[in-house]
């Protein structure tokens, strides 16, 4: 009886220990796309893959399926970058990235959130228009409307681009073909070359070309 004890004892003790030396999951990198998250076809774009430790491997996923693996330098903050050159509509898709320490046990991250990288110039061009011009007080709302082609009878989302922004503005489904941005309380940031892209919200993920830019060109007086 006491050899019995003793073995269910140590039989516990070891699950224990199991148990205990489990690690969790590294928390969650961040993802981000440079120049932007929406570039022409045969243009390039960095993935850049964020973690807060040193002395780790980044996997890139495009899909669930991974897509490449480096290894990041020793420094204080772990960051890879992912060159994709002359990009074309088989690049368009939702990339995610993790990492993973190198010590003992070698535990992965959480992957980031979803990145989806539009690539311009595979569906009909929408247009873009303000309803209003000239003089806005800081504060106004100001509305963009754009308007995807006739022709164009899928399926998509439209999205309002801005000059010097990593990933787009606004995303909306179209009532119809027109869809209406608003920009509310605006400042003197808020000023800039805008312009909208219209894409499948599903695998292939094809994209228009953008829009001629708009450049607000907006006097923002304040107000006394």
Do not use: I
Not at 23 to 43: D, H, I, M, N, Q
């Amino acid at each position: 009886m006491l050899s019995m004890l003793l073995l269910l004892l140590c039989v516990r003790l070891c699950v224990g220990q199991a148990d205990g030396g489990r690690a969790e999951a590294l928390p969650k990198p961040s993802l981000g796309a440079w120049p932007s998250s929406v570039v022409p076809a045969r243009s390039s774009v960095t993935l850049r893959c964020g973690a807060p430790a040193r002395d780790v491997s980044f996997a890139l996923r495009k899909g669930g399926c991974v897509w490449e693996m480096v290894q990041s330098p020793n420094s204080t903050e772990g960051r890879a970058e992912f060159h994709l050159p002359d990009v074309t509509s088989s690049h368009a898709g939702e990339y995610s990235c993790e990492y993973r320490g190198t010590g003992d046990p070698r535990v992965s991250s959480r992957p980031s959130e979803a990145l989806l990288l539009l690539v311009a110039g595979y569906l009909p061009k929408p247009s873009l228009q303000a309803h209003r011009r000239g003089a806005v007080l800081e504060g106004q709302e100001v509305a963009l409307q754009c308007q995807r082609p006739a022709a164009d009878r899928g399926t998509v989302l439209l999205a309002l681009l801005k000059a010097g922004s990593a990933a787009p503005v606004q995303v909306r489904a179209p009532a119809g073909r027109e869809t209406d941005f608003s920009l509310r309380s605006v400042s003197a940031s808020a000023s800039g070359n805008y312009s909208c892209v219209c894409y499948q919200a599903r695998a292939p993920f094809r994209a228009s070309e953008a829009t001629p830019a708009w450049r607000s060109g907006w006097r923002l007086p304040h107000l006394p």
